[in-house]
């Protein structure tokens, strides 16, 4: 029962993973670029919370009316006045200013809020439990897995079912193509980074509520969504979900044989997937 319990625990935590690896996954299917800032980012939307709740008394689920348009502004403004420019058929190039804005975005947390962890206070949801056949499952988690399942939900809607999506995976296949019929690739591109930067506020909040986090603690979600998006599939949403089960649940069985060795056990996950599946569950299939 402890097994299942843990399991399933695992689960939901494997949500909160996909949230953090939707918006890479997003950006690197629309642009082909990997933004090493991204984990640095969802601990700027932590903070973004964070002040937003010092500022104005109210739940921290409802900052999202707050922090979503500005990290949706931050991700629009980026993208069109920063990494337009470097987008080519150097892939170094989006590497080493994604990599500078990291440094400067953690060195700039650090000025503003130092080294102390912090955590968002949501009451007793964060404690509530669901006991369903014997097993405890906690409150705050259901609603993360939930939250997860909407989002990429609602991502594969806007790209597969709605204009801007055709446009964006448009631009995606054949940019001068696009350009040719009216379409501006630097608006597009920009699009799509706002919309990543507002599945970032999400995952940053729920981090934020979860866990302590701090202004170093970007380089490791980067890693984990690096990992989930490996595992699922370059520029895939389903396969972000299915990745962050997959690390979650490793982690889990990781830490039923020693709890030092949690965090290994999704590496191990990711190196196995990687060594079996290089392009992961889900690859972005290039059409003719």
Request: some cysteine; proline content about 5%.
């Amino acid at each position: 029962m402890a097994i299942l319990e843990a399991s399933l625990q695992a689960l939901m935590l494997g949500g909160l993973y996909a949230l953090f690896a939707a918006g890479l996954a997003l950006v690197f299917g629309v642009m082909r670029i990997v933004n090493l800032a991204h984990g640095d980012f969802i601990v700027l939307a932590g903070f973004v919370s964070l002040v937003t709740t010092w500022s104005l008394p109210i739940n921290p689920f409802f900052s999202l009316i707050v922090v979503m348009p500005i990290m949706a502004a931050i991700g629009y403004g980026l993208q069109r006045a920063v990494l337009n420019r470097v987008i080519g058929a150097d892939p170094m190039s989006p590497l080493l200013v994604t990599f500078g804005i990291s440094i400067i975005l953690q060195n700039a947390l650090l000025q503003m809020f130092s080294g102390d962890t912090r955590k968002l206070q949501a009451g007793a949801i964060e404690t509530a439990t669901i006991s369903a056949g014997g097993t405890s499952i906690g409150v705050y988690p259901v609603i993360v897995f939930a939250t997860s399942i909407a989002v990429i939900g609602c991502l594969q809607f806007v790209f597969y079912r709605l204009r801007i999506g055709r446009i964006l995976r448009a631009t995606s296949d054949d940019p001068e193509t696009a350009r040719l019929m009216g379409v501006s690739p630097r608006h597009i591109y920009s699009v799509a980074s706002a919309i990543a930067f507002a599945v970032i506020a999400i995952a940053g909040l729920l981090m934020a509520i979860r866990t302590n986090f701090d202004p170093t603690l970007g380089p490791t979600r980067l890693l984990t969504a690096f990992e989930v998006v490996i595992i699922g599939g370059l520029g895939s949403f389903w396969g972000a979900l299915t990745g962050g089960l997959v690390l979650g649940l490793a982690q889990a069985l990781g830490a039923q044989f020693d709890p030092g060795v949690q965090m290994l056990g999704g590496h191990v996950a990711f190196l196995a997937v990687l060594l079996m599946r290089p392009n992961g569950f889900f690859p972005k299939v290039a059409h003719p």
